[in-house]
């Protein structure tokens, strides 16, 4: 009864020990055996040393002698520095936001060479912006973003070099000038637009009235030559026309009776506006009638108004008319009837089809209506054209007007 209790005791003891040897050796096995996953590196320490460096993979370690001193992240990194302050050349403060993208190529150097190898980049970054900014103004700054991203990539990445770390890409995400500064920015910024827009506006009216003047200028040109041209062509139609009418005359042979009246009527013409008030009789009324009481058998003192040439011979040769741009008067007729032909044949044609159309159509009791169509016989000929034409030994017809030259006198007077 005694030995009961003994016995329990140094089982419970013994079951307390395995314990202790199995939670040891999990512990073990869990601090021997390490995961690295992918992109990542992990620093081991022997007994306070550097050992080695432990890739992607399943690693084994020596537990209680090796230990993991740093896990590094190897991927490339995004770090966005707060605004800082930075002085240009020609003293404006601005403020400036900067990223950096970098990466870590060599672990151990990144944890043994430096103590916290962001912080560091994070002040040389606003060391070497400093320095890059105080040698240039505020244009210059501004306009200047891949000037100085070179700039500050070459000197990180040679500072960083021995870290460790590749600084891959800098880049300026804001440069911020004073307000007032920025007011005066934009005022000089509008100023120079309203400048460029007077000058567009300049050149636009510039080109306008150049544009005008030469249009001007060249219908003014056309208009003159056109009026030239016109008064060359007036001028050679009226002579045209006044020669032929004094050959005309003169080869008609009219009565001085007739042309003294012709005379007579046009009289009036002098006084027929409203603003007239006196008439100027000219000098050769006395001669018209003396020529009118002459050709009514009276007797008159006025002067003889014959030229001495025989009745129906002009004084105007073909050669004074020179060349007419008119058609020959045969040649007109003979034309004219061609033309008439022509469109009395097409007007048979095109009103025979329609004739007999009309008659199948119409009722038997009913006759339809004769076609008003008139075919000309062959032997008729076609009807004669409504012209004139003047015989060669006539002449063209007299016109109803008379001008005596000085020289000839006037016409005689009929005899008694």
Request: charged share 20%; glycine share 6%.
């Amino acid at each position: 009864m005694i030995e009961s209790p003994t016995i329990s005791a140094n089982q419970l003891v013994l079951v307390l020990v395995l314990g202790l040897v199995a939670l040891f050796v999990v512990v073990t096995l869990v601090r021997a055996v390490r995961i690295v996953p992918q992109a990542t590196a992990l620093l081991i320490e022997r007994l306070g040393r550097y050992s080695r460096t432990l890739d992607a993979g399943l690693h084994v370690l020596v537990p209680f002698i090796d230990r993991v001193r740093a896990r590094v992240d190897l991927r490339e990194q995004v770090v966005s520095f707060p605004p800082q302050p930075v002085i240009t050349s020609d003293n404006l403060v601005v403020s400036i936001d900067t990223v950096i993208y970098f990466q870590v190529t060599d672990p151990k150097s990144a944890v043994y060479e430096i103590a916290n190898y962001i912080t560091g980049i994070e002040q040389l970054t606003v060391t070497t912006l400093r320095n890059v900014v105080g040698s240039m103004d505020l244009e210059q700054t501004l306009t200047s973003r891949d000037q100085i991203n070179g700039q500050l990539r070459g000197v990180l990445d040679e500072a960083t070099g021995r870290w460790g770390v590749r600084v891959n890409r800098v880049e300026l995400k804001s440069i911020d000038p004073p307000q007032s500064i920025q007011g005066s920015m934009e005022q000089q910024m509008r100023a120079e637009r309203d400048r460029r827009a007077a000058i567009l506006t300049a050149e636009g009216v510039k080109q306008s009235q150049i544009l005008t003047a030469e249009g001007e200028k060249q219908a003014a040109i056309l208009r003159a030559e056109g009026s030239a041209q016109a008064a060359v062509l007036n001028a050679e139609g009226e002579a045209r026309a006044i020669l032929q009418v004094f050959d005309a005359i003169h080869r008609g042979d009219a009565d001085p009776k007739l042309l003294a009246y012709q005379y007579l009527q046009m009289l009036p013409e002098v006084s027929r506006t409203q603003s007239n008030k006196v008439w100027f009789i000219p000098t050769e009324f006395t001669a018209a009638l003396s020529a009118i009481t002459k050709g009514f058998g009276g007797a008159g003192d006025g002067p003889d108004l014959s030229s001495g040439r025989p009745p129906g011979v002009s004084p105007v040769t073909r050669e004074d008319l020179g060349p007419s741009a008119l058609v020959d008067p045969a040649e007109a007729l003979a034309e004219a009837r061609r033309e008439s032909r022509a469109a009395t044949s097409e007007a048979t044609t095109v009103t025979r089809p329609t004739a007999r159309a009309a008659t199948r159509e119409a009722q038997p009791a009913e006759r339809p209506a004769p076609v008003q169509s008139f075919e000309p016989r062959p032997q008729d000929g076609p009807p004669p054209a409504q012209s004139f034409q003047p015989r060669p030994q006539d002449g063209p017809a007299p016109e109803q007007s008379f001008e005596p030259r000085p020289q000839d006198g006037p016409p005689p007077p009929p005899a008694s």
